[in-house]
C-alpha cells in the first residue's frame, strides 16, 4: 500500500518537539532506545487492544451488556473502567454475515486510545485514510480480507467528535470458550475492521 514516491504530510511540531528531546536523551545516555520501543509496543500491542478486546468478548457472552454496548458505546465502555480524552465519545459497529465494518480517519489519526491502544503507522497513512473511503474493498484485500462482492461494507470516519470501533463477528467453534478465553482471540486490526478472526478448531477451544 505503502509508495515511497508519494507525498506524505510533514510530522506535526508536536512530534518533532518530541523526536527531538528522545533523541537528546539518547545521545546523552539517558534513554535507552530498546525502552522506547518496549513501552510502544505494551499500548499499541499488549495494554491498549487488550482493552478493546475484554469490550467484545463481554458483549458477545452478556446479551444486555451487548444491547448496551450498541445503543451506547460511550456508556457501555466507561462502565468497565475504559475511559480517557480519547475515549469520549464512541460509537461500535457489529460486523454481520451481511456488513463488513471498516474504521479510517481520513482528517488525521483520531483513535479510540483507551480500547485500542496506539495507532498503527498505516492507520495514519495518507494512502490508507484516502483509499479506504474510496475503495475498501481492493483496501481490505491488500490486509487479506477478502469480502464477497454481494456483502456490503461500511466505512466509518473517525473525528475529534466521535471514533468508531468494530465488533467482529464470533468466530465459529468458539461457543463454549469463557469471556476471558474469547478475550484473547481477538486482535487490535480485527476491531479496526483490517482483519477478520479465524474459526477455533478443536485444539484451539
Same mark, same amino acid.
Given at each position: ?6 507525498? =506524505?504530510?510533514? @510530522? ?27 513501552? /510502544?509496543? /505494551? %499500548? ?5 487492544? &487488550? ?6 468478548? &463481554? ?11 450498541? !445503543? ?9 473502567? %475504559? =475511559? ?13 454475515? !451481511? ?6 480517519? =481520513? ?12 495507532? @498503527?503507522?498505516?492507520? &495514519?497513512?495518507?494512502?490508507? $485514510? ?5 475503495? @475498501? ?5 491488500? %490486509? ?8 456490503? /461494507? $461500511? ?7 466521535? $471514533? ?21 482471540? /481477538?486482535? $487490535?486490526?480485527?476491531?479496526?475492521? =483490517? ?11
Amino acid at each position: 500500500m505503502h509508495n515511497p514516491d508519494e507525498k =506524505t504530510q510533514p @510530522p506535526s511540531p508536536p512530534t518533532l518537539r518530541i523526536k527531538a528531546i528522545q533523541s537528546l536523551l539518547i545521545e546523552k545516555g539517558l534513554l535507552d532506545p530498546a525502552a522506547v520501543d518496549e513501552i /510502544i509496543d /505494551i %499500548f499499541e500491542h499488549r495494554l491498549g487492544p &487488550k482493552n478493546g478486546a475484554a469490550v467484545i468478548a &463481554k458483549a458477545w457472552t452478556d446479551p444486555a451488556f451487548h444491547q448496551h454496548l450498541l !445503543e451506547d458505546a460511550t456508556s457501555a465502555i466507561h462502565s468497565m473502567g %475504559f =475511559t480517557g480524552l480519547e475515549g469520549a465519545h464512541l460509537y461500535v459497529a457489529e460486523n454481520t454475515p !451481511e456488513v463488513h465494518n471498516l474504521v479510517v480517519c =481520513t482528517l488525521c489519526s483520531c483513535y479510540p486510545w483507551p480500547v485500542l491502544g496506539l495507532p @498503527p503507522t498505516w492507520f &495514519k497513512a495518507p494512502q490508507y $485514510r484516502s483509499r479506504a473511503v474510496i475503495d @475498501p474493498r481492493s483496501v481490505l484485500e491488500e %490486509f487479506g480480507v477478502h469480502v464477497p462482492d454481494d456483502k456490503e /461494507i $461500511r466505512v466509518w470516519d473517525s473525528n475529534a467528535e466521535i $471514533r468508531y470501533i468494530v465488533m467482529p463477528e464470533r468466530p465459529a467453534g468458539s461457543e463454549g470458550m469463557s469471556e476471558a478465553e474469547l478475550a484473547q482471540l /481477538i486482535t $487490535r486490526d480485527s476491531m479496526i475492521g =483490517t482483519a477478520l478472526l479465524a474459526p477455533v478448531t478443536g485444539e484451539s477451544a
